[in-house]
């Protein structure tokens, strides 16, 4: 069963509750690898913002998380994707992969993932696949679904 969310545009004065969310959402990751920092978390999310392709994710008209999504050379790039930890395991995250499986029509997708954090089991869930990794970062993509 799906939960019922709904996906609101982002504008450039949202900036300041998307950094408190991404924050929120990455300090406990973060701070396993000893690398917690609210400034530079903040100034990460900066440095490729871009309102366009980011969308609110909205359950009963609250602001619960947030994700980006926009092509990029052969697949769709899926640059954020952060829930409140209050609603995580609850479903919404699902909800919003299948969402975006359905807006790409099944397209490849990459994402990065924060090495040691939760995210990389549910990417794999989903068919994410590692294609590469950095000291801090692990690289992921997702294949194109084969045409029915």
């Given at each position: 069963?799906?939960?019922?969310?709904?996906?609101d545009p982002v504008q450039a004065d949202d900036f300041d509750a998307l950094a408190e969310l991404?924050?929120?959402?990455?300090?406990?990751?973060?701070?396993?690898?000893?690398?917690?920092?609210?400034q530079r978390s903040r100034r990460r999310l900066q440095a490729g913002f871009a309102p366009e392709p980011m969308r609110w994710i909205c359950l009963d008209g609250e602001r619960i998380g947030f994700y980006s999504l926009f092509p990029q050379e052969a697949a769709w790039r899926l640059d954020h994707l952060y829930v409140r930890p209050v609603m995580q395991g609850r479903g919404v995250g699902g909800a919003v992969m299948r969402r975006l499986i359905a807006q790409t029509q099944g397209s490849a997708m990459r994402v990065t993932a924060l090495r040691g954090s939760e995210s990389n089991g549910f990417?794999?869930?989903?068919?994410?696949?590692?294609?590469?990794?950095?000291?801090?970062?692990?690289?992921?993509?997702?294949?194109?679904e084969a045409a029915a």
């Open positions: 069963m799906d939960i019922a969310l709904s996906f991404r924050a929120l959402t990455m300090r406990p990751s973060l701070e396993r690898l000893g690398r917690y920092d609210p990417y794999r869930r989903y068919g994410f696949v590692q294609t590469g990794e950095s000291e801090w970062d692990i690289e992921y993509e997702r294949a194109a």
